[in-house]
């Protein structure tokens, strides 16, 4: 039996024991913060399963322990994440509240929840603010799009991103900045990022007239939704094995978990949002936001876990 | 049921170099020289290569490069297209030859 077929399913931290690598954090400058799982879609590939019917929802009162633990640490940058952020009744509060207290603060966007007066009034605050918004566009056409996303999630997708560049976001030398998150619509792996960068910036700007600054290829994690998807249509072992097979032990080195904390609507802290999706908490043990002192200490352990497999295929998740 | 093609045999592709490996080594050396960005993307050339799979229908082929395809950012709506050329050169091959056809026609006819 060759080698490859003998490491398949090796656990991570093996994998990683054999290139003498270890997952520890390194100094923490960014803060992940995760509003809720409710999203008006259901996404093929969502490692988190938000989708209409999740309840999960971050209250005022973490959202103040959020802003106090932004306070405290001035991490670079700040990132909201969901399900759709715009469905939190209070992000308002909590984006006006983290703004000065970073560099850079992000609100990840699925698109359409930018429609209609709520999302005007958003784009809006985000204008104001200077919010960096990162769009999820799978692909460059309507098809690979709704497979992943859902019927009429195209037109809605676009007709927010044409609005975004009226607001002057996405254009060239604009300092309002938009970037695009693609997350491959099936069971393989996403397409090298600045090729696809320049495809997505090409067939957007020729098609719809839109711009906009970068794209992020993602790989697909293995969880949750995505997970049950390889399961149903007999993907999961060909998905994993090309996982462990396109390991890339360069890519450990500029993990994101080792640099950021990540907080759910709760207030619980993990290292990334991954392993928010599998109950992972920071350190092993459940601990709150407004308990955090300290930041994690340069060379603390990261619990390391199979699906970590998906952040350090080819280039890495960064 | 049995059958002459096995979709795991692409992975032992390499084996084939065990009865005569230097020849394999400059097969597989120049295959992938040829698939590395060029004057052409590794994007087209892998959309050149799902088309030629097509022409010389090679499932091992097929699968490959649906897969390369696929990520190397390509979508299906380019793919599709892509086969349409290999239609339009195969069909636009055997009706070309119909000039031969008229033109010995012509010359046998009253």
């Known amino acids: 039996m060759d080698e490859s077929k003998q490491r398949r399913g090796e656990p991570f931290g093996e994998r990683l024991a054999r290139h003498g690598l270890a997952l520890t954090r390194e100094r923490t400058t960014a803060l992940q913060v ?12 969502c490692h988190l399963e938000a989708g209409p019917a999740r309840g999960e929802m971050m209250s005022r009162a973490v959202m103040a322990e959020v802003i106090g633990c932004a306070r405290r640490f001035r991490f670079d940058s700040i990132d909201l994440t969901g399900g759709a952020p715009e469905l939190v ?37 985000y204008r104001e603010l200077k919010v960096v918004l990162v769009a999820s566009l799978p692909a460059g056409n309507q098809a690979q799009t709704e497979a992943q996303r859902g019927a ?24 309002l900045e938009l970037d695009l998150v ?32 970068n794209l992020y290829t993602f790989a697909n994690v293995p969880l949750g939704r995505f997970r049950r998807f390889l399961e149903r249509s007999g993907n999961l072992d060909d998905y994993l ?20 904390l990540s907080v759910d609507w709760c207030g619980r802290l993990y290292d990334c949002d991954f392993h928010l999706a599998q109950g992972l908490f920071l350190g092993g043990a ?17 619990a390391a876990a199979d699906h970590c497999y998906a952040c350090t295929v080819g280039s890495g998740f960064t | 049921m049995e059958t002459y093609y096995d979709p795991r045999d692409l ?23 040829v698939f590395a960005e060029g004057e052409l993307t590794e994007r087209e050339k892998a959309l050149i290569a799902l088309a030629v799979a097509h022409t010389v229908q090679c499932p091992y082929c097929i699968d490959a490069y649906t897969r390369a395809c696929l990520e190397k950012g390509s979508h299906l709506g380019e793919m599709t297209e892509a086969l349409h050329v290999v239609t339009a050169i195969r069909g636009g091959a055997s009706l070309v030859h119909g000039v031969q056809m008229r033109k010995i026609a012509e010359k046998l006819s009253l």
Request: net charge negative; hydrophobic share 35%; aromatic share 8%.
């Open chain 2, 11 to 33: 992975g032992s592709f390499a084996e084939i170099g065990k009865d005569a490996p230097e020849l394999a080594g400059k097969f597989f050396d120049y295959y992938n020289e």
């Open chain 1, 89 to 125: 009744p209070d992000l308002p509060y909590l984006v006006r509240g983290l703004a000065p207290e970073t560099r850079r603060l992000i609100v990840r966007t699925n698109l359409v929840s930018l429609e209609g007066e709520r999302g005007e009034e958003l784009l809006q605050l």
């Open chain 1, 182 to 213: 693609s997350n491959p619509s099936g069971a393989f792996l996403p397409a090298p990022q600045l090729q696809a960068q320049e495809k997505f910036q090409r067939d957007l700007a020729r098609k719809h007239g839109v711009s906009f600054h």
């Open chain 1, 286 to 302: 459940a601990r709150f936001i407004a308990d955090l002192d300290e930041l994690p200490a340069p060379g603390t352990p990261i």
């Open chain 1, 152 to 175: 009429g999630v195209w037109q809605k997708s676009i007709r927010a991103l044409q609005r975004l560049n009226e607001l002057g976001y996405g254009l060239p030398g604009s300092p």
């Open chain 1, 34 to 45: 995760n509003v809720g799982l409710a999203c008006d879609l259901s996404c093929g590939h």
């Open chain 1, 241 to 260: 094995e090309k996982l462990t097979a396109g390991f890339n032990p360069c890519a450990v080195a500029g993990l994101m978990c080792r640099s950021q």
